[in-house]
């Protein structure tokens, strides 16, 4: 079972369990089921409220959880938070180039992870 510890400046961090292979819960519903305080806004991938950097917490590195979607993409560009040579750069790993994500998009898988919010 995945362990996911939110970790904030302003708040204490707090780690919990996710649903182990559910591969449907987003890192936005984790957090709301355990009234961790994520900023949101739309819900949908197309505002960038829900900003935040995830991290591996064995390797230090970006997540291998799903790529990012055609939202996160266009919103991290709009951000300046993603290249286009890493854009590139995914489309062939098919993995999340950095650890910039939205926590309404992206989908928990069996890692355990470090969630840094909020994020700007
Ligand atoms: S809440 Fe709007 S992009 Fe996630």
Redesign the pocket.
């Known amino acids: 079972m995945p362990t996911i510890t939110f970790s904030s400046p302003l708040h204490k961090d707090k780690t919990v369990y996710a649903v182990a292979g559910s591969h449907r819960q987003t890192i936005?519903e984790l957090a709301k089921e355990h009234h961790i305080p994520i900023d949101?806004?739309?819900?949908?991938?197309?505002?960038?409220?829900?900003l935040v950097k995830v991290w591996r917490i064995d390797t230090q590195t970006p997540p291998l959880a799903n790529p990012l979607t055609e939202r996160e993409v266009r919103?991290l560009k709009e951000l300046g938070k993603i290249t286009q040579t890493e854009i590139d750069r995914m489309a062939l790993d098919d993995i999340a180039p950095n650890e910039w994500r939205?926590?309404?998009?992206m989908v928990i898988r069996d890692e355990d992870l470090l969630i840094e919010y909020p994020s700007r």
């Not at 819900?43 to 960038?48: F, I, R, T």
């Not at 939205?102 to 998009?105: K, P, T």
């Open positions: 936005l949101f806004g739309c819900g949908n991938g197309e505002c960038g409220t829900c919103v939205l926590a309404c998009q």
